[in-house]
């Protein structure tokens, strides 16, 4: 079946401008993870959702970022204001549940630059 | 706070060499590991993973890990790689109980293999 869908794939934005990041998870599947992998950081954890709620923003580095969620799908990360270090790769991954057992698959990323 | 240590960040080798990646985590508890690799050009994908039970676990392509608990290590191995196996390599831990679902990578190994 289809996978983890992420876009766009590319994004080059000005620094101050907004962004908003979509993913697309597999179907059936009801946790929902953003990650980003920046050089010299490694992945890091932004937002865990189960269903439409996110009941993990820890990783979040500041209010400039937001999430949501909706029909327990389809999930957007948005970033405001945006400065060269959000530059990365924005990945999502989805798992069938919230169980610590449960395989996250991941979508392909959007690499964000920001000049 | 968990965390996850890679040693090796550029492995060189070359066909047919014997191959162990190492992977130490810091969490007292029971743990779920897990190994993911990402070839040029593609999204990460999972290579094996460890909930419970036989500690030697077996995953594609060959690879295998091995759950060391009083070592708090899960080291990759695979008796003779291939030029296809030159990828970016990570362990990831989450930490069964804990009120964070998330995973917490590694920095990742770049294993080059020479023809």
């Known amino acids: 079946g289809a996978g983890v869908s992420q876009s766009p794939s590319n994004k080059v934005t000005e620094k101050g401008k907004d962004v908003e990041l979509r993913c697309d998870p597999i179907s059936g599947h009801t946790a929902l993870y953003w990650y980003r992998q920046s050089l010299g950081q490694g992945l890091e954890f932004l937002i865990y959702?189960?269903?439409?709620?996110?009941?993990?923003k820890s990783g979040l580095p500041s209010d400039r970022f937001s999430a949501e969620r909706t029909g327990g799908s389809v999930s957007t990360l948005t970033i405001q204001r945006t400065q060269q270090e959000d530059s990365a790769v924005y990945l999502c991954?989805?798992?069938?549940?919230?169980?610590?057992?449960?395989?996250?698959?991941f979508g392909p990323g959007t690499r964000l630059t920001v000049l | 706070a968990q965390s996850v240590s890679q040693h090796n960040h550029h492995v060189i080798l070359s066909e047919a060499a014997s191959l162990e990646l190492g992977c130490n985590y810091s969490y007292g508890g029971t743990v779920n590991l897990f190994w993911y690799v990402q070839y040029p050009g593609q999204h990460l994908q999972l290579l094996l993973k460890y909930f419970s039970g036989d500690p030697l676990v077996k995953g594609i392509k060959g690879f295998e890990a091995e759950f060391i608990k009083s070592k708090f290590s899960f080291n990759l191995r695979k008796p003779s790689v291939q030029w296809s196996d030159t990828a970016e390599y990570f362990c990831a831990v989450n930490a069964v109980g804990t009120g964070r679902r998330a995973l917490t990578f590694g920095s990742g190994t770049r294993l080059q293999v020479q023809p």
């Open positions: 959702f189960q269903g439409n709620s996110a009941p993990d």
């Open positions: 991954a989805s798992s069938l549940g919230p169980e610590w057992a449960d395989t996250q698959y």
